[in-house]
């Protein structure tokens, strides 16, 4: 895991602001909002390039409590109906993160960030991955991901760099610049319910 003490202390600090704003505006989202928005942004992400391409995709179960992360149950859906192998996130005891084949079938068990993730082992050596969408707290137009601070998905990015990188998030999440480290990974792309952004 990438410890705070590894940063600018400027770009620390300013990363701890925009989450708690960015958190909690989306917190604010009605519900019913949420689920329009989530609808649009990945029907929106069904026509890109990037998806009908990919063969096998990592994606994300939003988290159970308020935080009205963007939903991925169409895109797992569709890509069931496609064919498509799907991999869902696992954190493992060392701070890792692995992803694990997901089927309808697969057992899923609730971790202690209140996420659904798959159970059993990591593999090893870790699938090749086609295409990676992922939550965030906000991106900007250069491709710049703001997360939770954990450093996971950097950590898993960076030992696939020949994969396809999505975001989704809703358009407010979306902004001109954020702070960076040397070791954020960049998305190629970022979808809202109003755009999608090629990089």
């Not at 990037?50 to 169409?74: C, G, H, S």
Request: proline fraction near 8%; include cysteine.
């Amino acid at each position: 895991m990438l410890t705070n003490t590894l940063q600018d202390p400027h770009t620390y600090q300013e990363k701890v602001r925009l989450r708690k704003i960015l958190r909690q505006k989306r917190r604010e989202l009605p519900p019913k909002l949420a689920t329009t928005l989530s609808t649009r942004i990945q029907e929106r992400f069904l026509l890109s390039k990037a998806w009908q391409q990919a063969k096998r995709i990592a994606l994300y179960l939003p988290k159970l409590d308020n935080e009205n992360e963007v939903d991925t149950w169409t895109l797992l859906h569709q890509a069931l109906k496609e064919n498509k192998s799907i991999f869902l996130p696992k954190i493992e005891p060392n701070h890792q993160l692995s992803f694990l084949p997901w089927t309808e079938s697969t057992p899923l068990h609730k971790n202690a960030f209140a996420i659904f993730e798959p159970e059993g082992p990591a593999q090893s050596p870790p699938q090749a991955i086609d295409l990676y969408i992922l939550p965030g707290l906000a991106f900007d137009r250069k491709g710049t991901r703001l997360g939770f601070g954990a450093g996971y998905y950097d950590q898993a990015l960076a030992a696939q760099p020949e994969a396809r990188v999505a975001g989704i998030c809703y358009a407010f999440q979306l902004v001109e610049q954020l702070p960076r480290n040397s070791w954020d990974q960049n998305v190629d792309l970022i979808c809202t319910e109003d755009e999608l952004l090629c990089l």
